[in-house]
């Protein structure tokens, strides 16, 4: 799994498109093996960052959960505390 694919589901407010375009680039990223596509293969990148954001949205917007929604902030601050944890403080 991408670490910088960031769970999406059940914040207030809900995920903005620019968060849904950035994970959708990260997980392309990572199946293509390429950061930069090359010219050749740009259109096909594009393409399939798309398609995983619609494919994203589509998955947002159809699930239900009973959990309140989770803070930005609040996780933020844990995965801080996580990290600290497991590389030291920095």
Known sequence: MCRNIRVLHNFEPPASEDEIRAAAVQYVRKVSGST????????????????????TRVLLDSLVTKAPPRDREVEAA?????????????
């Open 36 to 55: 930069h596509p090359a010219a050749a293969n740009q259109e096909a990148f594009d393409i399939a960052v798309e398609a995983v954001a619609e494919a």
């Open 78 to 90: 844990k995965a801080k505390e996580r990290a600290a944890v497991r590389y030291g403080p920095r």
